[in-house]
Nanobody, 123 residues
Framework: VQLVESGGGLVQAGQSLKLSCSAS????????MIWVRQAPGKEREAVSG???????HIATFMKGRVTVSSDNAKNTVYLQIDSLAPEDTAVYYC??????????????????WSQGTQVTVSS
């Protein structure tokens, strides 16, 4: 299984960014997936995701700024973040799991992870 992210980079505060996560050996449709981030000096935290039941989950601190979407034909999921702020600077990862029922914010429950992509927001 391989999850490959793209779309990170340097953006200015207030702009939007759309990250992509493509998978091989794993199918997003019907399985749970998660987006997490890790800021410098901080622990990884869940940002958003989709449960195996198709329900979306968004962290409270991201509500109103995040859109999770997918393209099943491309086996790719997307995370769009609007109104970016410097505190959004972090390495963003996508994760997946085939045996999860629903969704879990406990990061240790997830099996597959991407390599991560750096998002840097300048003020």
């Amino acid at each position: 299984v391989q999850l490959v992210e793209s779309g990170g980079g340097l953006v200015q505060a207030g702009q939007s960014l759309k990250l992509s996560c493509s998978a091989s050996g794993f199918t997003f449709e019907g399985n749970a997936m998660i987006w997490v981030r890790q800021a410098p000096g901080k622990e990884r935290e869940a940002v958003s995701g989709v449960g195996s039941d198709g329900n979306s989950h968004i962290a409270t601190f991201m509500k109103g700024r995040v859109t999770v979407s997918s393209d099943n034909a491309k086996n790719t999921v997307y995370l769009q973040i609007d109104s970016l702020a410097p505190e959004d600077t972090a390495v963003y990862y996508c994760g997946g799991d085939t045996g999860m029922f629903g969704f879990s914010r406990f990061l240790g429950a997830w099996t597959y992870w991407s390599q991560g992509t750096q998002v840097t927001v300048s003020s």
